[in-house]
């Protein structure tokens, strides 16, 4: 009994657990993304890697045999991406958890600035950006640790969960809502509202690939209006969740509520040129009272699309003009 103590005590919590989530991926860029975690100056004590495999027509676990070490694999029935990294969180131990998408990959030296962030600074979130580009422009910034709820306050926000490294202590029991699209744009910023400090770096960290396959370029009918649909519940939850916090974070998460409410808006015009839908979704918001658009000078862009889409005529010109996405 004495021997078992004295092993699990000198079992080390890795910095980072990184959870990666695939579903019928080519293996080249599984292994790809894999690699560059391999790649960042982690001992294999500090780093946890955790492949969610959701239900893949073929394990890819079979083409990896010669890294399987180096990973746990897990794999599921197919439940979507929610469940998946849901699955990742209940199996982490890591101090840190780092999302990635398993067609993209971390750029190496920008992560190192992220680490290095984590380690020497202990924020409760590190905030990085994305980029397409595979040039590597390492930017050494760092801003002033500052609160979830200011941070919401006073930027605008990427919800994409895959552009912050954060601690898993300050999940709670938070996770991501499961077979919904958008399951970012809830997430996000609730995670942000539990945050003590946030440091913000400009560094592109994060390489995020374009393909047509992904839910974004997914053009059925179907698909969009069901995006647009679940675009709409995540907007009612947040309103939901803002009714039962205190002042200060209320006012932050209205700013986010407003945002993702226009860009909401704007999709259904981009994506369905569709008078009657655009109608009905704003009366739907409006029971919610959600629209009008807060007259809030978030920023310019806010500021213009509030103003034409508060007047029938405006409505009209976007639905005409604006090209189709």
Sequence with gaps: MQNQLSTSQNIQTPLVTFI????????????ECIESILALSLAPADREIIVIDDGSDTP???????????????????????????????????????????DDYLIQAPYEHCLDIARYHNPD????????????????TLNKAISGIAYLHNYNLH?????????KEKLGKLRFTPKIFHEDEEFTPLLLLRAETVIRTDTKAY??????????????????????????????????????IPETARIALERRIAQL???????IIKLTKNQRYLEKAISQLQEKKLYPLPDKKYTKKYSVFRRVINSN?????????????
């Design 313 to 325: 005529l405006g409505k009209k010109i976007m639905i005409a003009t604006l090209p189709r996405l």
């Design 207 to 244: 390489f995020y690939r374009m393909r047509n396959q992904s839910i974004v370029n997914d053009s059925n009918k179907k698909h969009i209006l069901q995006r647009l649909e679940d675009t709409q519940k995540v907007i009612f939850r947040l309103k939901e969740v803002s009714e039962s």
């Design 125 to 140: 979130m590190v905030c990085f950006e994305f980029t397409h580009s595979k040039k590597q422009e390492t930017s050494l």
């Design 159 to 167: 919800a994409a969960a895959c552009g912050y490294l954060f601690k």
């Design 60 to 102: 890819i676990i079979e083409c990896l045999h010669d890294i399987e070490n180096d990973f746990l694999y897990v794999r599921q029935p197919n439940q979507g991406l929610s469940i998946a990294r849901n699955t990742g969180i209940q199996i982490a131990s890591g101090k840190y958890i780092q999302f990635v998408d398993g």
């Design 261 to 267: 409410t226009m860009d909401y808006l704007y999709n």
């Design 20 to 31: 990666i989530t695939i579903y019928n991926l080519p293996t080249e860029l599984v292994r």
